[in-house]
């Protein structure tokens, strides 16, 4: 797809949702923690928010902001490379107990992957990408890719069979092999197979790997650390990039490195951190506030709140006949249609009966795999977990008579097998490649 037929194809499927009054929303009015949110004066129980352990509203991180603007303004504007107000040091400290390595905190994931890949690549390496990568990582590739040559080319989503052959050939002619894969991927909510990657690593010594695990900070792993380190210490030829923007409730990105030289040099290096601006003083008051807590007890406390109400959605889900696409524990649920008429039409009758989700459509998922989207947090009670189900589970098969559709034709379009009780948990398989989006 060149360029003009990409963006027109990105422009009509935007475009339709906002006109159809599903995409570009803006809230009215107050948040609270009851789970509500207000959109075009209706009252909708909110199931898309990321903030998956409902610590935007605390009450420490909410007086930690307003300390920290009372004490350095609303604004610190003042480039990093010059100099930093204390709370940066402060909060990259804590960071550096949570992960246990070292850290660099930026304003931005996404400004934190432009940093950091452009310095860590050389041009004698090959870059593997997962299928399903995020956008804001592939970009970071992609300003390499601009500047210098690199062998680049798209892995099929979690084939680490085809990734091991791909090591075993690339790793002859090139220096290092990177692989590029979120910890947990932001539409379906599957994993990325950690333990495998990190047997893959001690098997390969040319074998390098950046992770974004930015769904997973805060409600896995010790102290809330994520996925991907649930179960090991960094490894030496690793980096993950995090997330503060989303349970962690405050905003910023998290860079975390095997040793203190790397990052120092990505510090030193990373374009972004030598020329844009910093975190704002209230973000960082609340950040070192929410990362207090998370070297506390109470972190795991939220996690298992969590896994229960993702427990329990999962249970609802067992005794519909909803395609499923994802059968995890991440608390990202995507509901397939193939179809994205089916899921523009899904969400507008949703809305209308009190839910607010989301749709996956192009270009955030390849054409034939669009969906409904929806995230489970500890802010929604099990009441409105349960009559969600039950209205989503009305309204789609409704749709699909109208449209006369049916669930084979879905779970075609997604080439998974129809009976999720066959699929190990965390696995989404497809065959689908990169050139068919």
């Known amino acids: 797809m060149n360029h003009d037929n990409f963006m027109n194809a990105v422009d009509r499927s935007i475009s339709e949702g906002v006109k159809r009054g599903i995409l570009h929303l803006t809230q009215q009015g107050q948040l609270t923690t009851d789970n509500l949110i207000r959109i075009n004066d209706a009252e909708l129980v909110n199931f898309t928010s990321c903030s998956y352990l409902g610590l935007e509203h605390d009450e420490r991180l909410k007086r930690a902001a307003i300390d920290a603007v009372e004490k350095y303004g ?7 490379a010059y100099v930093s107000i204390d709370l940066y040091r402060e909060l990259e400290e804590l960071m550096s107990k949570i992960f246990e390595a070292p850290t ?20 004698g390496d090959a870059v593997i990408a997962d299928q399903q990568l995020h956008n804001s990582v592939l970009s970071g590739i992609n300003v390499f890719r601009a500047n210098w040559p690199v062998h680049f080319e798209v892995l099929r989503h979690n084939r680490l069979d085809l990734l091991k052959e791909r090591i075993e050939i690339l790793q002859k002619s090139h220096n290092r092999v990177w692989y590029f894969a979120d910890g947990i991927y932001s539409m379906f909510g599957d994993r990325c197979p950690a333990d495998e990657i990190f047997n893959m690593l001690a098997a390969y ?11 997973s900070m805060s409600i896995l792993g010790k102290n809330g650390r994520g996925h991907i380190l649930s179960n090991h210490t960094i490894h030496e030829r690793m980096i993950v990039a995090s997330s503060m923007a989303k349970a962690f409730a405050t905003g910023g990105g998290i860079l975390v490195f095997p040793n203190k030289e790397i990052a120092r040099r990505v510090r030193a290096c990373g374009a972004p951190f030598n020329s844009s601006g910093p975190l704002q003083p209230a973000t960082l008051g609340a950040a070192v506030a929410s990362a207090k807590i998370h070297l506390t007890d109470e972190i795991a406390v939220l996690q298992t709140e969590l896994a229960n109400r993702i427990k329990y959605a999962n249970s609802l889900f067992k005794e519909t006949s909803l395609p499923l696409i994802s059968n995890f524990d991440s608390g990202i649920f995507f509901v397939g249609t193939s179809r994205a008429e089916l899921a523009y039409s899904i969400m507008e009758k949703m809305i209308k009966r009190g839910f607010l989700l989301n749709i996956g459509v192009f270009p955030a998922v390849s054409q034939n795999h669009s969906g409904i989207r929806f995230t489970i947090t500890v802010l929604q009670s099990y009441d409105q977990i349960e009559k969600m189900v039950k209205t989503l589970n009305e309204v789609f098969f409704e749709t699909l008579m109208e449209h006369n559709y049916s669930v084979d034709q879905i779970y075609r379009a997604f080439r998974v097998v129809a009976r999720l009780e066959d ?11 990169v050139e068919n989006e």
């Open 74 to 80: 609303v604004q610190f504007s003042e480039s990093r």
């Open 104 to 123: 660099i905190v930026a304003p931005t994931t996404t400004l934190a992957h432009l940093s950091a890949i452009p310095v860590i690549l050389d041009a």
């Open 205 to 215: 010594p040319s074998f390098h790997t950046y992770i974004d695990d930015a769904h």
């Open 423 to 433: 699929r190990p948990a965390g696995e989404f398989v497809s065959e689908d490649t």
